[in-house]
Structures are given as C-alpha cells and as structure tokens.
C-alpha cells in the first residue's frame, strides 16, 4: 500500500510542477500567475483540475 501512495504523490508532484512552468510561461499577467501558483500548491489535486480547465495556458512558442 505504501508504494501505490509514493507514486500518486510522484504524480501528483509532477502534475504540480507542470502546471506551475506553464503558468509562469503564460502571457498572463503577474497577479494572475501568483494565484494560480498558490492555487496548484495549497490544493494540488483540485488547484491542477481547475487549472487544466480555466487556467492560464502556456504562450505558444515561434521558431
């Protein structure tokens, strides 16, 4: 049982920390960014879902 908790928390951490890059990689502007980071890292699991759904997304990259 312990192992299966250990790797939701890696997941869950991953998701976390993806979602936190493509936040501060978004054209959104710096009051924004910082609540959806504290969103994601006060309530992961939720703060990801709403985030994946509502957030900010990643500016699209020219090159």
Do not use: Q
Not at 26 to 36: E, F, N, Q
């Amino acid at each position: 049982m312990v192992e299966i908790y250990g790797i939701g928390g890696l997941i869950v951490l991953v998701l976390s920390i993806w979602a936190i890059v493509s936040i501060v990689g978004s054209a959104a502007g710096t009051g924004t960014k910082i609540l959806w980071i504290l969103f994601v890292l006060i309530l992961p699991v939720l703060g990801f879902i709403f985030w994946l759904i509502f957030g900010p997304k990643a500016a699209p990259r020219h090159g």
